[in-house]
């Protein structure tokens, strides 16, 4: 089972390591713009909240980004397991649905956490742009500069739950789409994999 980079057309645009405080301010911009997103939550991060019901009511897709924000690749097969295994278990238990997409902390995976993903009916999902938004706190223009000089149809676009990314998030949106790009939402992952 290979990772997803790609969707059949249009732009998906996900977000790393929440939930966060950032998540309501990125998703009152991604409403007024009228975009869908897919956000990927560690479980360490997960507490009831207004912003879990708010992404789902709101059409975005939630999946897990493991327990903690480790490399993957440099854990045992256990430790795989169990950080795979516990991020999806509170994610399904705070959003009550199945959890079907898992994104690897920092795209690194072998072939124990694609064995793994696969036993709990988990497709990989990575991206083929990355916004860099985490190295850019003070310069958030170089992000939307960095993935409007890259974007294309079917592009996956990486973006993290930071101020930097909320700053740019409204011009990133309307610089796609002044290229005559249109965004796509999390049904697009469902079509990539055939659900």
């Not at 256990?78 to 898992?102: G, H, T």
């Not at 409007?148 to 610089?175: A, F, K, N, W, Y």
Request: aromatic share 8%; hydrophobic share 40%.
């Amino acid at each position: 089972m290979p990772s997803i980079t790609q969707i059949p057309s249009g732009v998906l645009l996900t977000f790393d390591d929440g939930p966060s405080e950032y998540v309501i301010p990125l998703l009152n911009i991604l409403k007024r713009k009228h975009v869908m997103a897919f956000f990927f939550w560690l479980g360490e991060n997960l507490s009831p909240s207004q912003s879990i019901s708010q992404v789902l009511a709101e059409g975005h897709g939630i999946g897990s980004h493991g327990f903690h924000h480790k490399i993957l690749s440099d854990l045992s097969y256990q430790e795989q397991y169990w950080e795979i295994q516990q991020s999806k278990v509170a994610l399904e238990n705070c959003i009550q649905s199945p959890i079907r997409f898992f994104r690897p902390p920092n795209g690194r995976m072998n072939e124990d956490t694609i064995a793994i993903a696969k036993s709990f009916h988990l497709h990989c999902v990575r991206w083929n742009i990355g916004s860099w938004d985490w190295a850019h706190a003070h310069d958030p223009d170089t992000i939307a500069d960095h993935v409007v000089g890259h974007v294309s149809s079917g592009s996956i676009v990486l973006l993290h739950e930071l101020p930097q990314t909320v700053i740019i998030l409204e011009q990133l949106i309307d610089r796609i789409r002044e290229k005559g790009l249109d965004f796509a939402g999390p049904e697009a992952l469902d079509l990539r994999v055939g659900l």
